[in-house]
């Protein structure tokens, strides 16, 4: 079991920035990918990015490329995601996920942390 916890939410107003925060524990050893996704209110969950940490490989949504970089360090067992340039649209909570090799979807998952942009 790997345990995820993300921090770094808040309010922001447009055009500001945030990063987020997520720090794995447990069986981190295993760990294959992490990655973010986001629910608005009323949507359905939508992925934002993802990382693979054996590789420097990193993905995208097209509406957040150019915008949001994913980073990680091994060593803590954390990735971050630095949000710039934000938009109203960006506000969500915005879920951590992981999983292992033979995975073929996130198993892992944290409690969210909440991103509002205000215009």
């Known amino acids: 079991q790997v345990q995820l916890v993300e921090s770094g939410g808040g309010l922001v107003q447009a055009g500001g920035s945030l990063r987020l925060s997520c720090a794995a524990s447990?069986?981190?050893?295993?760990?294959?990918?992490m990655g973010w996704f986001r629910q608005a209110p009323g949507k359905e969950r939508e992925f934002v990015a993802a990382?693979?940490?054996?590789?420097?490989?990193?993905y995208y949504a097209d509406s957040v490329k150019g915008r949001f970089t994913l980073s990680r360090d091994n060593a803590k067992s954390t990735v971050y995601l630095q949000m710039n340039s934000l938009k109203p649209e960006d506000t969500a909570v915005y879920y951590c996920?992981?999983?292992?090799?033979?995975?073929?979807?996130?198993?892992?998952w944290g409690q969210g942390t909440r991103v509002t942009v205000s215009s």
């Open positions: 447990g069986r981190t050893r295993s760990m294959y990918s």
């Open positions: 996920a992981a999983r292992n090799s033979a995975e073929l979807t996130f198993s892992s």
């Open positions: 990382i693979n940490l054996s590789s420097t490989n990193t």
